[in-house]
């Protein structure tokens, strides 16, 4: 079982929105196949799906913080104890 996937990314607007093409399946080749003997019994079984995928994925950053800025948000200053 082999699949041709494949996908397509685009960033706009400083890196906020980003567009993913995607295709899973292109060529059509996901056709399992099984050989059964039992006894006298021999069975041979093919079978053809349609399990080609393609989609359009949208994703945006709202401008949460990146983890760099992040860290800098828990930092608290060293508390005085000389009294």
Same mark, same amino acid.
């Given at each position: 079982? /082999?699949? %041709?996937?494949?996908?397509?990314?685009?960033?706009?607007?400083?890196?906020?929105?980003? %567009?993913?093409?995607?295709?899973?399946?292109?060529?059509?080749?996901?056709?399992?196949?099984?050989? %059964?003997?039992?006894?006298?019994?021999?069975?041979?079984?093919?079978?053809?799906?349609?399990?080609?995928?393609?989609?359009?994925?949208?994703?945006?950053?709202?401008?949460?913080?990146?983890?760099? /800025?992040?860290?800098?948000?828990?930092?608290?200053?060293?508390?005085?104890?000389?009294?």
């Amino acid at each position: 079982m /082999e699949r %041709l996937n494949t996908s397509i990314t685009k960033t706009f607007l400083d890196k906020k929105l980003s %567009l993913v093409l995607y295709g899973n399946d292109i060529l059509r080749t996901n056709s399992p196949t099984f050989r %059964l003997q039992q006894g006298d019994v021999y069975v041979n079984s093919m079978r053809t799906q349609d399990t080609r995928r393609f989609g359009l994925s949208c994703r945006y950053n709202f401008g949460l913080a990146r983890k760099e /800025e992040k860290k800098e948000l828990f930092v608290q200053p060293p508390v005085n104890t000389d009294q």
